[in-house]
């Protein structure tokens, strides 16, 4: 269980996020839409403990997060982070088994089991030929795959994605999508920031809108992704949101789905 209690957070004197309050339950999938510039990057970093609150307190599982290592911390939360360019010239197999680093000691190193795992993770995500690539030498969506999949390496409770879906083409898009949508089925929380409310509304369980670092609106997608609230979210005078937007399309991955 993730809880966030009255968390506020300032770039030098700018209020970037005001007095956000939210609790996020095992097997959850929320998305957070809101525009650019909204504040759903920094909310996801607040979560990560990669920015000093001002005020508030963010718990996981009972624990507040200012008193864990960044290891704890990588122990229950993995992120798919919006930019995925890599400094260092790592191998797509190197870059997915680092998912498992934070479950080493120091000196440990990741066992042949763990390579098989993580080549079985890329086969499933259909990029299992890039695995002896350079990370910096393929395209973006592929970059956004293998970021994935290093997160899913990773096995946490907990998942941050901030716009997964940015370079990915449309049938990744669902494969994506469809996979966070399995692994919360298994009991994993999916957080994810999403610029497309369409996937927002056919995938998430609930739904939570920022404004200029508040909510907007949170709870059912039904309930809250009204005309009224996106209208007010993105500035656009929405008369109508049609229930039931689907596109029908069998699974395009090889993960079960609950019924
Ligand atoms: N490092 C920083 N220093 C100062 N201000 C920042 C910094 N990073 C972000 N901001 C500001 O914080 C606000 C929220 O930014 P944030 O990246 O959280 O928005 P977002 O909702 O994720 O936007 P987008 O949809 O464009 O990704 C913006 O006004 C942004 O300019």
């Known amino acids: 269980m993730l809880e966030i209690e009255k968390l506020d957070f300032s770039y030098q004197k700018k209020k970037i996020l005001k007095k956000i309050n939210f609790k996020a339950k095992k097997g959850e999938f929320i998305s957070l839409l809101g525009a650019n510039g909204s504040g759903k990057t920094t909310f996801l970093h607040c979560i990560q403990g990669l920015?000093?609150?001002?005020?508030?307190?963010?718990?996981?599982?009972?624990?507040?997060?200012?008193?864990?290592?960044?290891?704890?911390?990588?122990?229950?939360i993995s992120v798919v982070p919006q930019e995925n360019k890599n400094v260092f010239a790592y191998e797509v197999l190197e870059m997915v088994v680092m998912g498992?680093?934070?479950?080493?000691?120091?000196?440990?190193?990741?066992?042949?089991?763990?390579?098989?795992?993580?080549?079985?993770?890329?086969?499933?995500?259909?990029?299992?030929d890039l695995k002896g690539k350079n990370f910096n030498q393929i395209s973006g969506g592929e970059r956004q795959l293998v970021l994935i999949a290093r997160a899913l390496m990773q096995q946490t409770d907990i998942l941050l994605l901030d716009e997964p879906n940015s370079h990915l083409d449309f049938k990744n898009v669902h494969l994506m999508m469809e996979i966070m949508r399995d692994l919360s089925f298994k009991n994993k929380t999916v957080i994810t920031a999403l610029h497309d409310p369409n996937l927002?509304?056919?995938?998430?369980?609930?739904?939570?809108i920022l404004k200029e670092g508040e909510i907007l609106a949170s709870g059912v997608v039904e309930e809250v992704m009204t005309a009224a609230n996106l209208s007010a979210a993105y500035d656009l005078k929405i008369q109508k949101v049609k229930p039931n937007f689907s596109l029908e399309f069998r699974p395009a991955h090889k993960f079960k789905k609950k019924a």
Do not use: C, M
């Open 51 to 76: 920015l000093p609150l001002k005020e508030g307190k963010i718990l996981i599982d009972g624990e507040n997060i200012i008193q864990l290592s960044k290891k704890e911390i990588a122990q229950k």
């Open 100 to 128: 498992v680093n934070p479950w080493l000691a120091f000196t440990e190193h990741p066992s042949p089991e763990d390579y098989q795992k993580a080549e079985k993770i890329l086969e499933d995500l259909g990029v299992v």
């Open 200 to 208: 927002a509304y056919k995938y998430s369980d609930r739904v939570i």
